[in-house]
T-cell receptor, first 110, second 113 residues
């Protein structure tokens, strides 16, 4: 059973703080990992992808991957109210299917 | 990236009827997928739409209920057949690009009465 686990939240952070979103996955063979953001009533949009252990930074976003511990995280620095959304973690298994976590709802309070 | 459009964007249907959802991509893509997202839930893969062959369905989804067409590399349709209120959901078309990244269409919001 391929599983991608996320805390459903909601995660509440004040504006300007760092939001930390976590995701664990069950299959050690996974090679590709993605974070999507989904605003209410909208479709998911890609934020970042990460393939290697370590950190990958893109603007205010940093993805972190630890394959030994089977977790991937997303840090959002200087959080803004516009970052309030549901964040979906996705993992590719066997170079074919995406498996999505249930998502973590983030609330950034002004 | 890929630009994906879906028709209709939303619909209200009577139980027992069928609805066909169209997905158009602005470039040729090998892999196209159909997902369902029920209120407050994550994405559930319905099937992979294969060009020139039958779609590959996930566990719990069958061709009689969700027939799929993929006549070329830029277009696909998903039909929700013999609808019931349990089929009320958002249906999302998705494509995979050469770089493995997956993009989503805007979705079709379906309400079955």
């Amino acid at each position: 059973q391929k599983e991608v686990e996320q805390n459903s939240g909601p995660l509440s952070v004040p504006e300007g703080a760092i939001a930390s979103l976590n995701c664990t996955y069950s299959d050690r063979g996974s090679q590709s990992f993605f974070w999507y953001r989904q605003y209410s009533g909208k479709s998911p949009e890609l934020i970042m992808s990460i393939y290697s252990n370590g950190d990958k930074e893109d603007g205010r976003f940093t993805a972190q991957l630890n394959k030994a511990s089977q977790y991937v995280s997303l840090l959002i620095r200087d959080s803004q109210p516009s970052d309030s959304a549901t964040y979906l973690c996705a993992v590719i298994y066997n170079f074919n299917k995406f498996y999505f976590g249930s998502g973590t709802k983030l609330n950034v309070k002004p | 990236s890929a630009v994906i459009s879906q028709k209709p964007s939303r619909d209200i249907c009577q139980r027992g009827t069928s609805l066909t959802i169209q997905c158009q991509v602005d470039s040729q893509v090998t892999m196209m997928f159909w997902y369902r997202q029920q209120p407050g839930q994550s994405l559930t893969l319905i099937a992979t739409a294969n060009q020139g062959s039958e779609a590959t369905y996930e566990s719990g989804f069958v061709i009689d209920k969700f027939p799929i067409s993929r006549p070329n590399l830029t277009f696909s349709t998903l039909t929700v057949s013999n609808m019931s209120p349990e089929d009320s959901s958002i249906y999302l078309c998705s494509v995979r690009t050469e770089g493995e990244t997956q993009y989503f269409g805007p979705g079709t919001r379906l309400l079955v009465l």
